[in-house]
């Protein structure tokens, strides 16, 4: 009896123990940037978004005189007050940025603004119009600004972008977060940078994908979040499985019940 205490006691202890180290290696698997400390960089993050073929944006012009600058808004709506409206639908009345990365800019002609920052675009058009008008401020916008997430999330969807810029985090937070079946080591971005097609593999696992330029996402990216073993495992598994191993575990409790009944 005291043999078979101590065997029981012995098995209890290494069942115990497989399935905490099984717990640690899956805790590895889903807990995001692990090590984030000692992965993060003493210097400050800064991303600017670069304005690409195909953008659309919107450009706004103020003035204490709104009247000088009403020709540079006749894509924009006014509200009854004089003042610029931001309109629901913006890709309507936006300046579409050309193959040749230019946008027909009222009163000014051709502008070249692909490549450039927003930032870069607003002072290249305040210092051609401050001429005509006195303190002008201009706002310019990306209007089609969006990011796509798929794949192993809550919530996949094309997500339009208010802010100027967004990362990957709050990407796939505004996108539900991912799912128990997401593989956080394989997470893959597709980015169309001047219509070549990039592919970039990120573990979100790691911190050190904090510091590397994907960080931020660009105007249309699409995050794909690729589903892990359990989820590829659990699709190959014939539906009828669960009802064969309940008729299996029956029938080798039924076993075990027969041999200590002969015992």
Known sequence: MIKKNAFKTKLFLLFSLAIGLSACSGNKKIVYVQDIDSALSKE?????????????????VSSLD????????????????????????REN?????????????LS?????????????VTALITNSIKQFVVNPLVDVRIANFKITVLGEVLR??????TDYRISIPQALGMAGDLT?????????????????????????TNADFINADAYY???NDVLIVSPNSARTKAANINPNTPL???IGSLFITAMLVLVQATR
């Open 244 to 246: 064969y191993i309940g």
């Open 156 to 161: 996949p969807g094309t997500f339009p972008i």
């Open 93 to 105: 009345t936006g300046y579409i940025v050309d193959a040749n990365g230019e946008i027909a800019f």
């Open 66 to 89: 709104m009247a000088s600058v009403a020709v540079y808004n006749q894509n924009t709506a006014m509200n009854n007050n004089g003042g610029v409206a931001i309109n629901q639908q």
């Open 217 to 219: 996402l660009k105007q």
């Open 180 to 204: 128990i079946f997401g593989d956080r080591e394989n997470v893959l971005l597709l980015r169309d940078d001047n219509g070549i097609q990039r592919t970039i593999r990120i573990d979100l």
């Open 108 to 120: 000014l002609g051709k502008l070249k603004v692909a490549g450039k920052t927003r930032m870069e």
């Open 44 to 60: 400050a993050l800064s991303y600017n978004t670069v304005i690409q073929n195909d953008d659309i944006l919107t450009i706004t």
